[in-house]
């Protein structure tokens, strides 16, 4: 027991955790330290970009009215150029002599002839006169395509508000020429009554010209809202704001805006004010500018708006604060650099020594990890090299292992044509008895006949001889081209041989088994990827196992019809083979075990439960299947290669 009952162990098992709670209360205290001067740091920020930014804006919004101001002067000044049309055309004397005689026709012609005149040379639209009934009665362009003479105007505002008040003023489409324009209308007198209506149309396109020669993004809207003059084709006679349904019906009844998409809304939004009618404003995200408008219209610009005096007329201008945005950018990264220097230049004088005290400890717990390391690595290095002696050990007794497992499975192979071959020896020998038999009877008697000079007789028995020797080589040969061990390369293999030659083999227990045999083929030839010896061992197996398979028929139940089918079909990419019977069938427990080795149905003495092993292993060294299953009249086992035309 230590001096005052404390515990070395106890108190050497605190030392982490306390090292732990100073770092940690080191580093509250830094927070608390300096979160004033981060806060202070980040107000700067943001008071010097909004200040820098309203005085940015500003500028802008003082170069927009001087602008609006040079704008609404000429708008102006254009508009007065040719507001006294109408009262001289009052002034002939034919003008008011036509209203009072309105079916004089050659009146008419002097005065179309006069208006058209003093149209050309005021450089206006249109002049034309109307009746009080709103008929037009002459006009300057009467020899046009549209010609205003004959169309009745008594629905437009300006001949309305000119017959009760005097005068009146309209802009609008045209109803017969469809070009915009502004009208001018005054009373025409005779004797002191009023006669008709004299109306001037200018086109104000030289004002969009000006806004446009400037650089300017600007429009002219009615008391509506409705722009009708402006920068952007777009825009023209939409509405800076969705209209009311008593204003949408009052222009329609006048079709003062007949045109597609008009009257629709652009899609401003007015996000905040910025200063005296200047808003800051962008587009709704669903709407857009145009493909040709500036690029600035996409984000954030200032819309100034102003009454044009004496009119209900709107002009406004859309300005860039781009510049402003990344002016009071520049100013408040400046102001934050500032700050964050002094910050950093204080922090680095307090935090110098205790970085240098850092680096100390550092490289020292650097030196001891790198020794420990060391230590590491010569111990993994130690146990790699154990592990890949290990590993080369075993991959040379896993090749050992190939290598045997390889050769077992060829001499497995060959075992299973000896024993196939065992199988079909009865048979085999019953074929080549009763042909030596035939031909010892056939000799004798061809020499009998030889000695009585029956020579065309004999010559008959020796042609029987020849063609059933014939017949016991092409046996003799096929088995012993069966029996021999073939080469392990994969080839182009003609399927319909292949089977061919197995039941050739297999064609005296074919017969002898009362079997009906069924091939359904494709007409023309089908090759498959195998090798020919081994591909016959496995249909011989699979056409032997239907015959067992078959023999069991009378034995289980009533008797029934012995088929054999083998059905070839050509796929896509792969060929299939079938040998079905019309046995008994295979239980489900046996087809779990069907393809392990040494599983036989057989009675003991007559199979090693090898054959369908066997088979299923080739098939697979060729890279196919070997799949068996119930038919409701027998089993069929299904063969399916890859399939090959070269």
């Known amino acids: 027991m230590s001096r005052g009952g404390v515990n070395p162990g106890l108190e050497g098992g605190d030392r982490p955790v306390r090292s732990w709670l100073g770092q940690h209360v080191h580093a509250l205290q830094w927070l608390k330290r300096y979160a004033g001067v981060v806060l202070l740091i980040a107000a700067g920020i943001y008071w010097s970009y909004q200040y820098a930014e309203q005085l940015g804006i500003e500028t802008i919004r003082r170069a927009a009215v001087h602008r609006i101001d040079i704008y609404d002067t000429a708008l102006k000044s254009e508009l007065a150029r ?27 012609g002097r005065v179309n002839q006069y208006l058209a005149a003093v149209n050309r040379g005021a ?15 002459a006009s300057s362009n009467w020899d046009q395509p549209y010609s205003f003479v004959g169309i009745n105007y008594g629905y437009r505002p300006y001949f309305q508000n000119a017959l009760s008040t005097g005068s009146g003023t309209f802009y609008g489409l045209g109803a017969a020429s469809k070009e915009a324009g502004y009208f001018y209308a005054e009373r025409i007198y005779a004797s002191g009554k009023v006669v008709g209506i004299a109306t001037v149309k200018i086109n104000l396109s030289k004002i969009e010209q000006i806004w446009q020669r400037a650089g300017d993004t600007a429009t002219l809207s009615d008391m509506h809202g409705v722009i009708f003059l402006s920068t952007q084709d777009r825009w023209r006679f939409k509405s800076l704001s969705v209209l009311s349904a008593q204003a949408r019906a009052a222009i329609i009844a006048n079709h003062q805006y007949d045109a597609p998409g008009a009257l629709e809304p652009v899609g401003l939004i007015m996000q905040e004010p910025a200063g005296d009618t200047a808003n800051i404003s962008r587009f709704a995200p669903k709407a857009s500018p145009g493909p040709h408008a500036p690029a600035f219209l996409r984000s954030r610009f200032l819309l100034l708006s102003r009454p044009v005096p004496d009119t209900s007329w709107t002009i406004s ?6 510049p402003a945005e990344v002016s009071a950018a520049n100013v408040a990264l400046g102001v934050g650099l500032g700050m964050t220097l002094v910050m950093v230049f204080i922090l680095y004088l307090l935090q110098r020594r205790r970085i240098v005290a850092q680096e100390l400890a550092a490289k020292e717990n650097l030196h001891h990890m790198n020794e420990e390391l060391e230590r590491k690595v010569a111990r993994r290095t130690d146990a790699l090299n154990r592990i890949n002696k290990t590993l080369k050990i075993e991959i040379s007794e896993r090749r050992r292992a190939e290598a045997v497992l390889k050769s077992t499975l060829q001499e497995l192979v060959q075992a299973g044509k000896m024993a196939a071959l065992g199988q079909m020896s009865a048979s085999i020998t019953h074929e080549l008895n009763q042909p030596l038999a035939a031909l010892r009877t056939l000799s004798s008697n061809a020499l009998m006949f030889m000695q009585r000079l029956e020579f065309d007789e004999a010559r008959q028995n020796l042609r029987v001889i020849c063609d059933m020797t014939e017949r016991m080589g092409k046996i003799t040969s096929q088995l012993k081209r069966f029996a021999r061990k073939s080469p392990t390369y994969l080839e182009r293999v003609l399927i319909g041989s292949a089977i061919s030659n197995a039941i050739f083999l297999l064609d005296a227990r074919i017969r002898s088994g009362n079997v009906e045999l069924v091939r359904e083929e494709p007409e023309d030839s089908v090759y498959a990827i195998a090798e020919p010896n081994r591909l016959e061992q496995v249909f011989i197996n699979l056409i032997s196992n239907a015959l067992d398979a078959m023999t069991e028929i009378d034995i289980d139940g009533p008797a029934r019809a012995r088929v054999l089918t083998i059905i070839v079909c050509d796929e896509a990419d792969h060929v299939s083979i079938g040998v079905r019977d019309t046995g008994t069938g295979i239980s489900d ?10 599983f036989t149905t057989k009675d003991k003495g007559e199979g090693l439960g090898l054959g369908l092993t066997i088979s299923i292993g080739i098939i697979q060294e060729f890279g196919g299947t070997l799949v068996a299953q119930n038919r409701p009249d027998g089993t069929e086992f299904t063969v399916r290669l890859k399939r090959t035309t070269l």
Not at 82 to 108: F, G, H, I, Q
Not at 317 to 322: K, M, P, Q, R
Not at 589 to 597: A, C, K, S, T, Y
């Open 82 to 108: 040719y507001a006294y049309l109408p009262s001289l055309v009052n002034l002939n004397p034919e003008v008011v002599r036509l209203l009072v005689e309105p079916n004089n026709a050659a009146l008419t």
């Open 123 to 137: 450089h206006s639209d249109t002049l034309y006169i109307m009746d009080v009934q709103g008929n037009t009665l």
């Open 317 to 322: 201008t859309l300005s860039d604060i781009t």
């Open 589 to 598: 427990e046996v087809r779990n075990h069907l393809f392990e080795p040494f």
